[in-house]
């Protein structure tokens, strides 16, 4: 009985999960739904300095430079 | 079929099917798009605040759009020169905002001042709906109310020259010749 138990609640737990996993609908973020992703302190680069920085440690690195502005936001629009 | 398998192979094969019937179960909900061929739903009904154009008869672009989105910024005097263009032959133009925020809406409005109808989509009804792909989205519905054309994303002159040709192509069936 208690074996029969732990088999319902594990198969219950397993369909609930990865139902989610397999529809999506159900954790994606729609792009109507995107106001606080677009937002201006959800940009990487906003931080002018820290851009800075950044673009220092990756030219030390590679010896490699630019090529890293790509417009936009989180919003994932267009 | 044993909901309860004693072997192991057969747990696995219960659990594959579960995965599967939820996911075939929730699919329809998720890809329920409006596509081209749909009729759209009545922007009459949508719960616009004040008073919707006419639109009867007429070929509509109806944009979706918001003010946190950049490409919708861009789209705005595009859209107002074809509206300047096309606007006595037929077409209207009907920009409905997802901004959640009323305000935001109309700071974006009054800063762009566009000529066509904008409105704020109220709870986001419409746009759930519709199920728009991207932000923009904008969708042409022939003179008989139905999808003709979508158009993802804003890409400048690109989009303004497709968009150009699909309105030209509706404006020149006439009234009850659509396939």
Redesign the interface.
């Known amino acids: 009985m208690k074996t029969r138990c732990i088999a319902i609640l594990t198969l219950a737990s397993l369909a609930i999960g990865l139902g989610g996993c397999a529809t999506g609908s159900a954790v994606r973020v729609q792009p109507w739904e995107r106001a606080t992703l677009a937002d201006y302190t959800m940009q990487a680069g906003r931080d002018p300095l820290g851009t800075q920085l950044d673009e220092h440690v990756y030219f030390s690195r590679e010896a490699a430079s630019g090529g890293r502005g790509v417009g936009g936001s989180g919003c994932g629009c267009n | 079929m044993n ?2 398998p004693a072997h192991p192979s057969d ?1 696995a094969v ?2 594959r099917r ?2 599967l019937g ?2 075939l179960a ?2 329809p ?2 890809l329920a798009q409006i596509n081209v061929g749909d009729p759209f739903p009545s922007l009459q009904a949508a719960g616009f605040e004040g008073t919707v154009p006419d639109t009867q008869g007429r070929v509509i672009l109806v944009d ?1 759009w ?1 003010s ?5 910024k861009a789209s705005f005097p595009a859209y107002g020169k074809i509206y300047s263009d096309f606007t006595a032959r037929g077409l209207s133009i009907v920009a409905v905002s ?4 009323a305000a ?1 809406y109309a700071a974006f409005v009054t800063r762009m001042a566009p000529p066509f109808f904008t409105a704020l989509d109220p709870g ?1 009804k419409l ?2 709906e519709v ?7 904008s969708y042409l519905v022939g003179r008989d109310g139905r999808v003709r054309y979508i158009h993802v ?3 400048s002159g690109q989009t303004e020259h497709e968009l150009r040709e699909e309105i030209e192509k509706l404006l020149a069936e006439k009234p009850g010749s659509q396939p």
Request: with cysteine; proline share 8%.
């Open positions: 909901l309860f747990v219960c659990i579960t995965v939820l996911a929730f699919a909900a998720a979706f918001a946190w989105c950049a490409p919708c997802v901004d959640q925020k935001d986001q746009v759930r199920r728009v792909p991207t932000m923009p989205t994303g804003f890409h």
